[in-house]
Nanobody, 127 residues
Framework: QVQLVESGGGEVQPGGSLRLSCTVSGMTSAYYAIAWFRQGPGRGREGVSC????????NYEDAAKGRFTISRDNVKGTVYLQMDNLKPEDTAVYYC????????????????????WGQGTQVTVAS
């Protein structure tokens, strides 16, 4: 059984930083991707970033490029999302999700591809 558990959310002022963690267990495919999605107030779920477990290739949504960094620690079974220079529009519930088996050469940020989801962690950016 796949389990994804997010942590690290909280409240921060604009310009601040947070690091989210997603602990992953129970994966059954040799190749898979882990992604971060978010859903803000009144908005649909949108992809933020993803990383695969083959060579660590990453993909970012435009608003995350240059501010967010996704990484993985295969020993700990954890995927991280380092978020810097946070803005009020980054306020959302952040979810991690798993896409397995990974069939693309680069992980994608379409939520329909992801079959297993964590419970989410709240990030609030406010002064």
């Amino acid at each position: 059984q796949v389990q994804l558990v997010e942590s690290g959310g909280g409240e921060v002022q604009p310009g601040g930083s947070l690091r989210l963690s997603c602990t992953v267990s129970g994966m059954t495919s040799a190749y898979y991707a882990i992604a971060w999605f978010r859903q803000g107030p009144g908005r649909g779920r949108e992809g933020v970033s993803c990383i695969d477990n083959r060579d660590g290739s990453t993909n970012y949504e435009d608003a995350a490029k240059g501010r967010f960094t996704i990484s993985r620690d295969n020993v700990k079974g954890t995927v991280y999302l380092q978020m810097d220079n946070l803005k009020p529009e980054d306020t959302a519930v952040y979810y991690c999700a798993a896409d397995q088996p990974l069939i693309y050469s680069l992980c994608v940020l379409f939520h329909e591809e992801y079959t297993d989801w964590g419970q989410g962690t709240q990030v609030t950016v406010a002064s």
